[in-house]
Nanobody, 131 residues
Framework: VQLQAFGGGLVQAGGSLKLSCAAS????????VGWFRQAPGKEREGVSCISADSRSTYYGSSVEGRFTISRDNAKNTVYLQMNSLEPEDTAVYYC?????????????????????????WGQGTEVTVSS
């Protein structure tokens, strides 16, 4: 059972990146999936999450309107399209999955955590945004 996040890199401010989170060993269709990030010297932050059926999404206020989460269950993959990137978006990005339904895990301050219900975590992919 594994989640793998990839697609990070170095990009200039204003640019775009698309992260992917691929699952192996289990079917991601039934899981709520979230993206998280941790900048150097800062606490981990919840970025976005998506319900198993893609009908519901959540975005942290710092990324809303710039980032888009989506999923392709046929490919067992969840994506995070990041546009209008800012130096403040520089961080290691992680994806994680939970069997807890979206409507049970989401809350107004979800981005602050904790995220105890997320039981599968991928390794991070590093995103660096230069000014």
């Amino acid at each position: 059972v594994q989640l793998q996040a990839f697609g990070g890199g170095l990009v200039q401010a204003g640019g775009s990146l698309k992260l992917s989170c691929a699952a192996s060993g289990f079917i991601l269709d039934y899981y709520t999936v979230g993206w998280f990030r941790q900048a150097p010297g800062k606490e981990r932050e919840g970025v976005s999450c998506i319900s198993a059926d893609s009908r519901s999404t959540y975005y942290g206020s710092s990324v809303e309107g710039r980032f888009t989460i989506s999923r392709d269950n046929a490919k067992n993959t969840v994506y995070l399209q990041m546009n209008s990137l800012e130096p403040e978006d520089t961080a290691v990005y992680y994806c994680a999955a939970t069997s807890v339904p979206f409507y049970q895990s989401i809350r107004s301050n979800w981005y602050l955590g904790p995220w105890d219900e997320y039981n599968y975590w991928g390794q991070g992919t590093e995103v660096t945004v230069s000014s």
